[in-house]
């Protein structure tokens, strides 16, 4: 069982581009959510995922989006990429289990 | 709103003794109440969550925390401390009582020396 696994694993992009990150769940599971994580600050809560619907959503703007496919793997969209938006960005997946984490994206926006 | 604290960024301890690492949450309703823990270069991995019933949760790679719904509290422990725990821990409360809505504290980092 391959976990989580995201890509890219690292990506540079510039000031007012638009940016896709991918996620392919743990076997078995069905609901994924994403988080940001800031250097030195703890994970902030995206979105979460459910039956290709998002269900929850945290305290983001709109120019974060995202969508899940029937095979349960996710897509994050952030679009008018800000300085701000530098970050590590995990996804999660868990089916009626704690979470599990993929390794994470690396966006850096110049 | 649904928080967490961690009011130490540090936490240093010497091999072989008793660790613990605090969280405090602000939650209404009950909360889910988890622990995870983060290696340089590689995801985040569970240790434990209360859900409800004994205080006394036990995790993963012999970590326990112990909820305290009077102090608010979901303190870290284990009782010996090894080098290879040294690492960032990140407490998080679920709002919706669910495994993966979670918001998180801001992280100890947790420092064994030999």
């Known amino acids: 069982d391959a976990g989580v696994t995201q890509s890219p694993t690292h990506l540079i992009k510039t000031r007012g581009q638009q940016v896709t990150l991918r996620c392919s769940p743990k076997?078995?599971?069905?609901?994924v959510s994403w988080y940001q994580q800031a250097l030195g600050q703890g994970p902030q809560f995206i979105f979460q995922y459910y039956e290709e619907e998002e269900r929850q959503r945290g305290n983001f703007p709109d120019r974060f989006s995202g969508h899940q496919f029937p095979n349960y793997s996710s897509e994050l969209n952030v679009n008018a990429l800000l300085l701000g938006d530098s970050a590590l960005y995990l996804c999660a997946s868990s089916r009626f289990t704690e979470a599990f984490f993929g390794q994470g994206t690396r966006l850096t926006v110049v | 709103a649904q928080s967490v604290a961690q009011p130490e960024d540090q936490v240093n301890v010497a091999e072989g003794n008793p660790l613990t690492v605090k969280c405090t949450y602000s939650?209404?309703?009950?909360?889910?109440l988890f622990w995870y823990v983060q290696y340089p270069n590689r995801g985040l991995q569970f240790l434990l969550k209360?859900?409800?019933?004994?205080?006394l949760v036990k995790g993963s790679y012999g970590f326990e925390a112990e909820f305290n719904k009077s102090q608010t509290s979901f303190h870290l422990k284990k009782p010996s401390a090894l080098v290879s725990d040294s690492a960032l821990y990140f407490c998080a409360v679920s709002p919706l009582g669910t495994d993966n809505d979670m918001r998180f504290g801001a992280g100890t980092r947790l420092t064994v020396k030999p």
């Open positions: 076997s078995g599971h069905d609901t």
């Open positions: 939650v209404s309703g009950n909360p889910y």
């Open positions: 209360y859900i409800t019933g004994d205080n």
